[in-house]
């Protein structure tokens, strides 16, 4: 048993750490602390603790908060080229290196700033990406002037409410949809970077533009039932308030 092994191990590590007057890890092997989590089926792509983590309370959910719809647009342009397991395990140096992604001081950033982020191992070192969040930034708040939030603009692109799939395997999920082309098109007439098609159809799916969580995971049901689908209305709804 895989959990008795974890067990003993941990017991060993204890002993170790007493004989050498070490104070043992906090974290590690407490299987007997986890709830029993057999049962709950979740899409594949969940598999380490930071992606379940980030799968259950994330991906999927309705953004509606500007500052977090304008993080998602930099984290996903940023993963682009590299698994989004990178990205998550950096998202909080992220934070910390990008002033809490808010765009009027991104926007402001000078050269000493650029140089200051590329030399900064915390996040993805790419030139490109670093000077993309800038001019996004800007983009961002062109957007924000225009239509009063990003969250207005941005949404029109889904006609206001999510779009309820019923994937049965992640395999039927494409890398792209007419939506993310057009959304994508949109972005980047206004000069956004790094916002192509299939990095704006992973946006959507994490902003909760629309439910690909796979029909037999968890999360499915209870992201359908916040917005069941009735396309004839399409007046805009808030669903989580
Ligand atoms: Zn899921």
Same mark, same amino acid.
């Given at each position: 048993?895989?959990?008795?092994?974890?067990?003993?191990?941990?017991?060993?590590?204890?002993?170790?750490?007493?004989?050498?007057?070490?104070?043992?890890?906090?974290?590690?092997?407490?299987?007997?602390?986890?709830?029993?989590?057999?049962?709950?089926?979740?899409?594949?792509?969940?598999?380490?603790?930071?992606?379940?983590?980030?799968?259950?309370?994330?991906?999927?959910?309705?953004?509606?908060?500007?500052?977090?719809?304008?993080?998602?647009?930099?984290?996903?342009?940023?993963?682009?080229? $590299?698994?989004?397991?990178?990205?998550? =395990?950096?998202?909080? @140096?992220? +934070? &910390?290196? %990008? /002033?809490?992604?808010?765009?009027?001081?991104?926007?402001?950033?000078?050269?000493?700033?650029?140089?200051?982020?590329?030399?900064?191992?915390?996040?993805?070192?790419?030139?490109?990406?670093?000077?993309?969040?800038?001019?996004?930034?800007?983009?961002?708040?062109?957007?924000?002037?225009?239509?009063?939030?990003?969250?207005?603009? $941005?949404?029109?692109?889904?006609?206001? =409410?999510?779009?309820? @799939?019923? +994937? &049965?395997? %992640? /395999?039927?999920?494409?890398?792209?949809?007419?939506?993310?082309?057009?959304?994508?098109?949109?972005?980047?007439?206004?000069?956004?970077?790094?916002?192509?098609?299939?990095?704006?159809?992973?946006?959507?799916?994490?902003?909760?533009?629309?439910?690909?969580?796979?029909?037999?995971?968890?999360?499915?049901?209870?992201?359908?039932?916040?917005?069941?689908?009735?396309?004839?209305?399409?007046?805009?709804?808030?669903?989580?308030?």
């Amino acid at each position: 048993m895989a959990a008795e092994r974890k067990h003993h191990a941990a017991s060993a590590a204890r002993q170790r750490a007493r004989k050498s007057n070490i104070r043992p890890q906090a974290t590690g092997a407490r299987v007997e602390d986890r709830p029993p989590s057999e049962s709950i089926v979740r899409c594949r792509w969940a598999q380490d603790e930071l992606s379940v983590q980030y799968h259950d309370a994330e991906w999927g959910v309705p953004v509606h908060d500007d500052r977090l719809l304008f993080e998602f647009l930099i984290l996903e342009g940023a993963q682009a080229g $590299l698994s989004w397991i990178t990205i998550l =395990r950096k998202r909080e @140096n992220y +934070r &910390k290196a %990008f /002033d809490n992604f808010d765009p009027a001081k991104i926007a402001r950033y000078d050269a000493r700033k650029v140089a200051q982020l590329l030399a900064d191992p915390g996040i993805v070192r790419n030139r490109l990406k670093i000077a993309a969040a800038i001019q996004n930034a800007k983009a961002f708040l062109a957007v924000q002037k225009e239509f009063g939030t990003f969250d207005t603009f $941005l949404w029109q692109f889904v006609g206001g =409410r999510p779009i309820q @799939n019923r +994937r &049965k395997s %992640f /395999d039927q999920v494409p890398a792209r949809t007419r939506e993310s082309d057009a959304m994508s098109k949109e972005l980047s007439r206004r000069g956004f970077k790094f916002v192509g098609s299939t990095i704006c159809y992973a946006f959507m799916q994490a902003v909760g533009m629309v439910n690909d969580h796979t029909a037999n995971c968890f999360r499915y049901q209870k992201l359908a039932k916040i917005t069941p689908p009735q396309p004839a209305s399409r007046r805009r709804s808030s669903p989580l308030g």
